[in-house]
Structures are given as C-alpha cells and as structure tokens.
C-alpha cells in the first residue's frame, strides 16, 4: 500500500500542545480539515492509547497515533504535527515526542499494510530530524515522500 494522501491541510507546523493529548487532538483535527476523518476520531486515537499505552511512540520523538477503522473515518489520510516543544507520552525509550502523524484507515484489511508504509519512511533516521525542523508543508511533503497538492 502507498501512503494516505498528504494533503497540506493535514499538515500543521511549529504547534503548541500541553500534552500528548492536546497533541493527538492536533493530528486528528488535521485529519478533520483535510476531509479524512470526522472530529471523533482524535477521541478514538486517544482512547487507543489509553487502553494500549503509549505503543504509537515508533521511535525516538515520533509518534503515529491511529485508531481502528470505524464511523469516524471519511477515507484514509495521514497528517503531520510537528511540535514547537516535545511532548511526553511515557515511553520508556523514545519520549519526548516532536512530531505526531495521524493515521485513518477506512478498511480493515488495509490498516496494517498503511502503518507499514509509514514506517518504512523512517527506515532513514534521518526523516525525523528533518520533519521536526521543516518550516513549511511542502518541505514536509517531499520528507514524507508525496507529492504537494
């Protein structure tokens, strides 16, 4: 599977969050604005993390927060929030966490396959560091491997 669409809506830069929650809010209401989910699902991402811990926390300062498809989704997208300062989720080994992408996946089949294309993004160690400093949607694009819109 290809990445979600990446829309620049779904992208927001140098945010501000108390906490891992306001965090995750922020990527869900990313979600929101680009039309791929509807504004329950930052509830449903977060409800995954208080059920499961903080398992979204993939590598040092990167978070994938996601939920399961469900009536929150529209259709699958991704977003990215990187964090003006970095936020702790409690992850023993990757907190804090400077950039959150959010994950809607609208099948079930196809979810697993989406969370394996995002990470092979990160295979360079390098990906992190750059979203983190990007100053602009198009630079998070072209880090992120898709094409601007």
Do not use: C
């Amino acid at each position: 599977m290809s990445l979600p669409p990446l829309p620049e809506s779904a992208i927001e830069i140098d945010a501000f969050a108390a906490d891992w929650r306001a965090a995750v809010r922020l990527s869900g209401e990313a979600l929101v604005r680009s039309g791929a989910a509807k504004p329950g699902y930052a509830d449903e991402m977060i409800r995954m993390i208080d059920n499961h811990g903080p398992y979204v926390v993939i590598a040092p300062g990167l978070a994938l927060a996601h939920a399961r498809p469900g009536p929150q989704v529209i259709a699958n997208g991704l977003s990215v929030v990187t964090l003006r300062e970095p936020v702790r989720f409690g992850h023993a080994h990757n907190d804090p966490v400077r950039v959150v992408l959010g994950l809607a996946i609208s099948e079930a089949g196809a979810h697993l396959a989406a969370v394996a294309a995002v990470a092979n993004i990160f295979n360079d160690s390098s990906a992190i560091n750059e979203l983190a400093a990007a100053t602009s949607a198009a630079e998070v694009q072209r880090i992120m491997g898709v094409n601007p819109s």
